[in-house]
């Protein structure tokens, strides 16, 4: 799913894995106003950073994130 700059994006949830230019960015976890989220980028250890929900849409948007299958995710839930 590629985001246009002129649509709104999805609403993020806890698993999500999105996938831009500059690495990947996995939602961890989703509040009310802020979330968790990890910005990948070929690390073995890669610190959980905290941002408002607007401002990691805005990120996503601005740099074309595609939303794709999260298979560690898939794995913990089989």
Do not use: S
Not at 8 to 14: D, F, M, R, Y
Not at 26 to 34: N, P
């Amino acid at each position: 799913m590629k985001l246009k700059k002129n649509e709104t994006p999805p609403a993020l949830e806890k698993g999500q894995l999105w996938v831009t230019d500059k690495g990947q960015v996995e939602i961890m976890d989703v509040g009310k106003t802020l979330a968790h989220y990890r910005m990948i980028n070929n690390q073995k250890r890669t610190p959980t950073n905290l941002g408002p929900i607007q401002v990691v849409q805005e990120y996503l948007q601005t740099n074309g994130a595609r939303l794709i299958k999260n298979e560690r995710l898939v794995r913990a839930r089989a």
